[in-house]
């Protein structure tokens, strides 16, 4: 009788597809040429300063990290994806700061409890599947009286709407909150057990993107170089009638939210800043 192996973790398989989907397409070019100014907008939020430990959690190519390290801080940036922080590497190469890139999991994180002096994430922990195991690595890795700072993208905003539109063209998934839960205020305070986080603050703002000429050239880009839209076209793989109708809702969404300018459109896009105190004593 063959002894039984024991069955794949859901969660597991998850994090598995997410590694090659941000891997698909240029997220580089995404976070540099779209929304640049989001990760020098959480290092101020966070109040990095000369000095300060920073680990920026599922930090991409270093939108945050970098100005951070720019702050003078010591940064170490932390993501799931390879390919990822190989394109961050060079990125901070050519603005001559060091950054230590380290490959890992949000929510299984390397680091001794009370590691760091900041825990910041840039629209990325967001995406872990399993938010409460996330939340809870980021406190137990922040030193009593260090900073946990967070900028997510909201539900109702555009790229809540983008998600929601590609959940409807993929195949049935595993029952997890979706990734713009952590932009509702009174959830991602939930996360955290009660007392955890003092000076709790939060807010929501938005970010001009006016890197499109028309609502089409906003599909095409994010087609071309957004891992999620392109694993979501992937998978559609020759079902015509399918990729034409994702086609023409990136476009409406696009359309909604678009207003024209002299050199093409521009859209707001909605994110939620937050940012806490992990309780406890701590050097100031």
Not at 68 to 76: D, F, I, N, P, R
Not at 145 to 158: D, M, S, Y
Not at 205 to 218: K, S
Request: with cysteine.
């Amino acid at each position: 009788m063959e002894t039984p192996q024991p069955r794949p973790d859901p969660f597991d398989e998850l994090k598995d597809r997410h590694r090659r989907m941000w891997a698909m397409g240029d997220y580089k070019s995404v976070a540099g040429e779209v929304v640049p100014e989001l990760g020098a907008v959480l290092a101020a939020e966070a109040g990095i300063r000369p000095g300060d430990y920073v680990l920026d959690v599922a930090a991409g190519t270093g939108n945050a990290s970098i100005p951070a390290a720019l702050a003078g801080a010591s940064v170490v940036a932390l993501d799931l994806t390879p390919e990822l922080l190989a394109a961050g590497r060079g990125i901070a190469g050519d603005q001559g700061v060091e950054v230590d890139w380290v490959q890992g999991d949000a929510e299984d994180l390397p680091f001794p409890d009370g590691t760091f002096d900041a825990v910041i994430s840039c629209v990325g922990v967001m995406f872990a599947p399993n938010h409460r195991v996330a939340a809870g690595e980021l406190l137990r890795v922040c030193r009593p009286g260090g900073t946990i700072a967070l900028l997510n993208w909201t539900p109702e905003g555009f790229v809540g709407e983008l998600i929601a539109i590609m959940r409807d063209y993929q195949p049935p998934q595993t029952a997890v909150p979706g990734p713009p839960m952590w932009g509702r205020e009174d959830y991602v305070a939930g996360l955290f057990e009660d007392g955890a986080l003092e000076d709790w603050q939060s807010r929501k703002q938005m970010v001009t993107v006016d890197r499109f000429e028309n609502p089409e050239h906003f599909r095409d880009f994010f087609k071309a170089n957004f891992g999620p839209v392109v694993g979501v076209y992937r998978g559609i793989g020759e079902d015509l009638e399918r990729s034409a109708a994702l086609d023409r809702e990136l476009s409406s969404l696009a359309e909604r939210h678009a207003r024209n300018t002299s050199g093409g459109i521009e859209m707001d896009w909605e994110y939620l800043l937050v940012r806490g105190t992990a309780a406890g004593q701590g050097h100031p």
